[in-house]
């Protein structure tokens, strides 16, 4: 059993920087990001291989937002740059044997989510 936690959120003026972080993932879980806006489907943001060799990011924040983890501290971050107000979601992270892509029914584990505002 894998318990993942997030922390980091809150609420950023649009442009500014947040630095999501999730702990417990472990060294042989890959990671993911995803956000769920009120109203929508929960989306993938972002993933990171185990090794943190390889990663993934949707199109919708490619160049904005980093993925990258320390396995060291058993930690997996997201930097969100040049946050935008349609950025305002719940953010969770998932952990996955298989998979640090897009594909949400492969990962196994999900942390709780934290609520991410960014004001206009």
């Known amino acids: 059993q894998v318990h993942v936690r997030e922390s980091g959120g809150g609420l950023v003026q649009a442009g500014g920087s947040l630095r999501l972080s999730c702990v417990g993932s472990g060294r042989t879980y890959h990671m993911g990001w995803f956000r769920q806006a009120s109203g929508k489907e929960r989306e993938f943001l972002a993933g990171i291989s185990a090794s943190g060799g390889q990663t993934s990011y949707a199109d919708s924040v490619k160049g904005r937002f980093t993925i990258s983890r320390d396995n060291a501290k058993n930690s997996v971050s997201l930097q969100m740059d040049s946050a935008q107000p349609d950025d305002t979601a719940v953010y969770s992270c998932?952990?996955?044997?298989?998979?640090?892509?897009?594909?949400?029914?492969?990962?196994?584990?999900w942390g709780q989510g934290i609520q991410v505002t960014v004001s206009s």
């Open positions: 998932a952990a996955s044997k298989v998979t640090w892509t897009s594909y949400q029914h492969l990962y196994d584990y």
